[in-house]
């Protein structure tokens, strides 16, 4: 009788162990293949890629190149010459409101220009924050600020001819 259970004892360790061998095995592969199916379907999707577009850049003229617009400095003795002044936009509907505005930007013009020095438009960084605060003004005058910033002005081509004095 004891070898019989000790022969029933051996069985049941080696089935045992083979049976906890077997079964988590069996649950892995399954587990396995059932990630790698979703998983490859997932993979298998065509992306759509967004593709963010450039801004598109349209001119709008100010003053045209060669009518020489004069606009008084600080203290009133001296004139900047201006040839021309070319705004980029980012939207039709900037360039069109810069059209229905354009005295009120050449008052403005005016007015920035009456804030600034012979000396201030001598240099290159005097001139660079000429252009950012024509362009501010503009944004402004037309509407396109804050979240509509980006549809307006972009760009600012200034061109002085000269400096001169009126006494």
Known sequence: MA????????KRGIGGLLMSIIVPAVVAIGATAVTIMLLGTNLTQPKQQTVQQAPTEIKAVV?????????MLKGGKEVAVIDSLTLTVASDA???A???RRDMIMDSLMLIFLSKEKSELNT??????LKKQIR???NEVTGFTGERERLGVIGVYLYIKAISSVE
């Not at 070898?3 to 051996?10: A, L, M, Q, R, Y």
């Not at 003053?63 to 606009?71: C, E, W």
């Not at 290159?124 to 924050?129: D, H, N, P, S, T």
């Open 136 to 138: 501010a003004m503009v």
């Open 94 to 96: 900037c360039r069109a």
């Open 63 to 71: 003053i045209q190149p060669g009518t020489y617009t004069t606009f």
């Open 98 to 100: 810069i059209a229905e």
């Open 124 to 129: 290159a960084a005097g001139i660079e924050l």
């Open 3 to 10: 070898d019989e259970e000790v022969k029933e004892t051996k």
